[in-house]
């Protein structure tokens, strides 16, 4: 795993900075190294320094190689700077209580010599050509840390009235002011060290365009001089040939055909006894893993994207997960959202900062700090004035893979690292993933889908990023929701965690929506979150609105096709019930106690609609030779409806036998020629 000394001095170098390891927790360089003259910008490189010193500090350059001149306040020895009247600048915190005051190099033909006898006065030293500065975040043994004071100030120009006391004339004799130390003066290098230290230094004679044969006739020389006890010919060889398989002035490999491989390979074994074991980190608890690629995959116009917006917002604002859920990242971090189906300006602008406003209870100030952090990349389906018609669209569709501003994977997966560790990302939604493929990718071939999902799953690794990859449903139906994952099966075997967007079917939840896991090769699977996307004020114009998700608290402790089958029987239920709320479908006993409750409640609601007027103690007596009781006509228990029946006809006053208890005279009230509606006697009457 990639110590986190290691990562910034990656980041370091993808800004363009020369970095070279220090001691563990020290400011001295590491044994058998060359110091600052071993600073370097190379990946390949600075892996192999801190490979051998993994809590190594890093270190940068002063001068001409990194382009900064630094200003070292001691208070320790009495340093002031603040009577030298320095603009704002970039700024560093020392652990002894000081700082490092960053300044651009004059530049060319100019340098600025490194300085500790106070010419800017006591206990302010100057770092210039020779010189070295820690960089944070490294850490001292004796307590403290190296922090940036203000990162967001870039480095300023040197103040003109200090021109005349730092800056002087280069002297090229002495190449730019550095004084390269002589090999007879140089550390030995001790058995451990021999293969780490040489393939560094044949990396940077091979940066130089060296060959193989000078390579190791230079590495001869320095294994005959320094190395104790020497390698053999045969090592020295092994490294001059591998180290020359990289063009002169790169780190990448050269392109090789699988047949015919350029030099012959051999495999990198680890013992397991020399992997340690690392605890899994999680962004969100179970559903999104730090240094995994994963996978979020939906029916369109199910509110992924939505989903994946809340997310990348949450974290770029420190602002915690649903419902309280774990989140390993300790605060905020930059995320990158990477799309082609949403316009930044009217659709992804206006969400995050809807999301931002509502997730900050309408904080302002905290929701620029966080737009600040979240970054947009527009991918290369894209055109000012729509995807051109007819003839034209295979030409530009041919044209867009050539499109350097657009990112085709795994093409550009160097770029998209060193856009991450430049801008400190951590959280890459790449929504959706089939939109940064190349246009003749057959997805119905594993090797070719792995082709694009393996790089992907390297760099997460890599940078530590948590990567969301979004993917659609097909059409497809009753089947596991993990095979409804679109473009290939292979898109749900190389992530590690597949979360899925389930609509709710139940009658009255329609607008509720389930974020349910479908595969989990990390640990166990999480509950199911429920959210729904209301509409929200437009940040920018009062009278629009936007979208926004709303959690609804409610969650489910099952995997989603679980989740899934058991919305099914319920829905399917709720439908039943609904169609047939007295079970009138159901066994005969069901039937006659339903129907007595049907009549019960029917009764009741004609008496008090006015349309039977009896009293209460008559419909009492009523239901009472009807065999069911005043608690049963409710349909709480049993009854008989046969009683009941007997009862249903009577002579009314008006001499008809068709009188019903709930019809009231069938012959009066169809044809309407008696006049005993209103006025007939009896116990009961029609009215």
């Given at each position: 795993m990639t110590s986190q000394y290691e990562k910034e001095a990656l980041r370091y170098a993808a800004r363009g900075i020369p970095v070279f390891p220090l001691a563990a927790g020290t400011k001295v360089p590491t044994k058998n190294s060359h110091g600052h003259l071993d600073a370097s910008k190379n990946e390949f490189v600075l892996r192999v320094y801190w490979e051998d010193e993994p809590r190594g500090n890093v270190g940068m350059p002063t001068g001409v190689k990194s382009g900064l001149i630094i200003i070292d306040e001691d208070p320790r020895k009495g340093g002031d700077a603040s009577s030298l009247n320095l603009p704002p600048t970039l700024t560093v915190s020392t652990p002894q209580g000081g700082r490092h005051f960053y300044f651009k190099h004059p530049g060319a033909g100019l340098k600025v010599p490194c300085d500790t006898t106070g010419k800017l006065g006591p206990g302010i030293d100057v770092k210039g050509e020779g010189g070295y500065a820690v960089l944070p975040p490294s850490r001292l043994s004796a307590g403290g840390k190296y922090a940036w004071v203000n990162a967001a100030v870039p480095p300023a120009d040197i103040p003109p009235h200090l021109w005349p006391t730092l800056v002087v004339k280069d002297d090229p004799e002495h190449h730019n002011g550095v004084h390269p130390t002589p090999a007879e003066d140089a550390e030995p290098i001790r058995d451990g060290q021999r293969n780490t230290t040489l393939a560094s230094l044949a990396g940077t004679m091979r940066k130089r365009g060296m060959t193989a044969k000078e390579i190791e006739a230079a590495l001869s020389v320095v294994i005959a001089e320094r190395c104790q006890?020497?390698?053999?010919?045969?090592?020295?060889?092994?490294?001059?040939?591998?180290?020359?398989?990289?063009?002169?002035?790169?780190?990448?490999?050269?392109?090789?055909?699988?047949?015919?491989?350029?030099?012959?390979?051999?495999?990198?074994?680890?013992?397991?006894?020399?992997?340690?074991?690392?605890?899994?980190?999680?962004?969100?608890?179970?559903?999104?893993?730090?240094?995994?690629?994963?996978?979020?995959?939906?029916?369109?116009?199910?509110?992924?994207?939505?989903?994946?917006?809340?997310?990348?917002?949450?974290?770029?604002?420190?602002?915690?997960?649903?419902?309280?859920?774990?989140?390993?990242?300790?605060?905020?971090?930059?995320?990158?959202?990477?799309?082609?189906?949403?316009?930044?300006?009217?659709?992804?602008?206006?969400?995050?900062?809807?999301?931002?406003?509502?997730?900050?209870?309408?904080?302002?100030?905290?929701?620029?700090?966080?737009?600040?952090?979240?970054?947009?990349?527009?991918?290369?389906?894209?055109?000012?004035?729509?995807?051109?018609?007819?003839?034209?669209?295979?030409?530009?569709?041919?044209?867009?893979?050539?499109?350097?501003?657009?990112?085709?994977?795994?093409?550009?997966i160097a770029l998209l690292k060193q856009a991450v560790l430049a801008h400190g990302i951590q959280f890459v939604v790449v929504d959706p993933v089939i939109s940064f493929t190349p246009a003749d990718l057959d997805v119905l071939n594993p090797a070719g889908m792995r082709h694009i999902l393996d790089p992907l799953v390297t760099f997460a690794q890599e940078t530590n990023c948590a990567v969301w990859a979004v993917v659609h449903f097909t059409k497809a139906v009753?089947?596991?929701?993990?095979?409804?994952?679109?473009?290939?099966?292979?898109?749900?075997?190389?992530?590690?965690?597949?979360?899925?967007?389930?609509?709710?079917?139940?009658?009255?939840?329609?607008?509720?929506?389930?974020?349910?896991?479908?595969?989990?090769?990390?640990?166990?699977?999480?509950?199911?979150?429920?959210?729904?996307?209301?509409?929200?004020?437009?940040?920018?114009?009062?009278?629009?609105?936007?979208?926004?998700?709303?959690?609804?608290?409610?969650?489910?402790?099952?995997?989603?096709?679980?989740?899934?089958?058991?919305?099914?029987?319920?829905?399917?239920?709720?439908?039943?019930?609904?169609?047939?709320?007295?079970?009138?479908?159901?066994?005969?006993?069901?039937?006659?106690?339903?129907?007595?409750?049907?009549?019960?409640?029917?009764?009741?609601?004609?008496?008090?609609?006015?349309?039977?007027?009896?009293?209460?103690?008559?419909?009492?007596?009523?239901?009472?030779?009807?065999?069911?009781?005043?608690?049963?006509?409710?349909?709480?228990?049993?009854?008989?409806?046969?009683?009941?029946?007997?009862?249903?006809?009577?002579?009314?006053?008006?001499?008809?036998?068709?009188?019903?208890?709930?019809?009231?005279?069938?012959?009066?009230?169809?044809?309407?020629?008696?006049?005993?509606?209103?006025?007939?006697?009896?116990?009961?009457?029609?009215?």
């Open positions: 006890p020497p390698l053999s010919e045969r090592d020295v060889a092994k490294i001059a040939k591998s180290v020359s398989r990289y063009p002169p002035g790169s780190t990448e490999p050269p392109p090789t055909s699988d047949s015919q491989p350029a030099t012959p390979r051999s495999l990198v074994l680890r013992s397991v006894a020399d992997v340690k074991a690392e605890r899994i980190e999680w962004v969100f608890d179970g559903h999104i893993a730090l240094g995994e690629l994963n996978v979020l995959a939906g029916s369109g116009g199910a509110g992924k994207t939505m989903v994946a917006i809340e997310m990348v917002v949450r974290l770029a604002g420190g602002l915690g997960m649903p419902n309280g859920a774990r989140c390993d990242l300790p605060g905020p971090v930059g995320g990158l959202y990477l799309t082609t189906e949403n316009h930044p300006n009217k659709v992804l602008r206006p969400r995050m900062e809807a999301a931002a406003l509502r997730l900050t209870q309408g904080d302002v100030v905290a929701t620029v700090a966080l737009m600040r952090r979240l970054y947009i990349h527009r991918g290369v389906f894209t055109w000012p004035n729509g995807l051109p018609a007819g003839a034209d669209a295979a030409a530009a569709l041919a044209d867009m893979q050539d499109d350097p501003d657009g990112l085709i994977l795994p093409r550009d009753g089947t596991s929701v993990v095979l409804r994952v679109s473009m290939s099966r292979q898109m749900t075997d190389a992530p590690r965690a597949v979360s899925v967007v389930l609509e709710d079917p139940r009658p009255e939840c329609e607008a509720i929506r389930w974020l349910a896991m479908a595969k989990n090769n990390l640990g166990a699977r999480p509950p199911a979150y429920g959210y729904r996307v209301v509409s929200a004020v437009h940040p920018a114009f009062e009278d629009e609105t936007t979208a926004v998700v709303e959690w609804t608290g409610e969650t489910r402790p099952a995997g989603a096709d679980t989740l899934e089958r058991e919305l099914e029987e319920e829905a399917a239920s709720l439908r039943k019930q609904m169609s047939d709320p007295y079970g009138a479908s159901g066994a005969r006993g069901v039937r006659t106690q339903n129907a007595v409750t049907y009549l019960g409640e029917k009764l009741h609601e004609m008496r008090d609609n006015g349309d039977l007027v009896v009293t209460s103690e008559e419909l009492d007596k009523w239901c009472q030779d009807g065999q069911f009781s005043k608690e049963k006509r409710r349909g709480h228990g049993r009854a008989n409806i046969w009683g009941l029946r007997r009862r249903r006809t009577a002579k009314a006053a008006c001499g008809h036998r068709t009188w019903t208890a709930w019809n009231g005279c069938a012959t009066c009230h169809r044809k309407r020629t008696c006049g005993h509606r209103a006025g007939a006697t009896g116990t009961q009457r029609w009215t």
